[in-house]
Antibody, heavy 122, light 108 residues
Framework: EVQLVESGGGLVKPGGSLRLSCAAS????????MNWVRQAPGKGLEWVSS????????YNADSVKGRFTISRDNAKNSLSLQMNSLRAEDTAVYYC???????????????WGQGTLVTVSS | SYVLTQPPSVSVAPGQTARITCGGN??????VHWYQQKPGQAPVLVVY???DRPSGIPERFSGSNSGNTATLTIIRVEAGDEADYYC???????????FGGGTKLTVL
């Protein structure tokens, strides 16, 4: 059974940093691209970042470019999102999602974690 | 940047057919995926590659995509289908994934 479990969310002050993790199990992690998607309270889904299976390709939303860094450790079946210079508008539930294929930008997100809440507030 | 436009809400009586649209410039040339999200839950894929259904998704769910509009159709709507629905495409021009704003399906 595919499982994606996010962790690392919490309360952080504006300008602060936070690192999210996603532990993957039940599939060959190194064969699939991975993604982060967020959802602000009461709002819709917003794509944040994607990384190909071998980390060769990384794509970021304009809203987080230069502030967030996606990475993965295929040996540890783990996906991460380093978030710096956090703003109030980054407050959201952050979901880890697996793509159907190895190539980022190809295929749907067929498995999702339950999400971790990040709150940016003073 | 590429924009996907969905109606904020769609209402339908049980047993009837719901059609949720997703508009975008020449979206028919792109591949569309659809997600269902119920309150407090993570999104669930219901249609991928315009019209394919993942295992476990009822045949009542179908998708189409042509011209400037993609459509998610749910026939014989049930109370359990009440949820938010989102369309998604990959915009190769910007190398960005794009989600529509979401449509709240209400079963009357």
């Amino acid at each position: 059974e595919v499982q994606l479990v996010e962790s690392g969310g919490g309360l952080v002050k504006p300008g602060g940093s936070l690192r999210l993790s996603c532990a993957a199990s039940g599939f060959t992690f190194s064969s699939y691209s991975m993604n982060w998607v967020r959802q602000a309270p009461g709002k819709g889904l917003e794509w944040v970042s994607s990384i190909s299976s071998s980390s060769s390709y990384i794509y970021n939303a304009d809203s987080v470019k230069g502030r967030f860094t996606i990475s993965r450790d295929n040996a540890k079946n783990s996906l991460s999102l380093q978030m710096n210079s956090l703003r109030a508008e980054d407050t959201a539930v952050y979901y880890c999602a697996r793509s159907r294929w190895a190539v980022a930008g190809l295929g749907d997100f067929n498995y999702w974690g339950q999400g971790t809440l990040v709150t940016v507030s003073s | 940047s590429y924009v996907l436009t969905q109606p904020p809400s769609v209402s339908v009586a049980p047993g009837q057919t719901a059609r949720i649209t997703c508009g975008g410039n020449n979206i028919g040339s792109k591949t569309v995926h659809w997600y269902q999200q119920k309150p407090g839950q993570a999104p669930v894929l219901v249609v991928y590659d315009d019209s394919d259904r993942p295992s476990g998704i009822p045949e009542r769910f179908s998708g189409s995509n042509s011209g400037n509009t993609a459509t998610l159709t749910i026939i014989r709507v049930e109370a359990g289908d009440e949820a938010d629905y989102y369309c998604q495409v990959w915009d190769s021009g910007s190398d960005h994934w794009v989600f529509g704003g979401g449509t709240k399906l209400t079963v009357l």
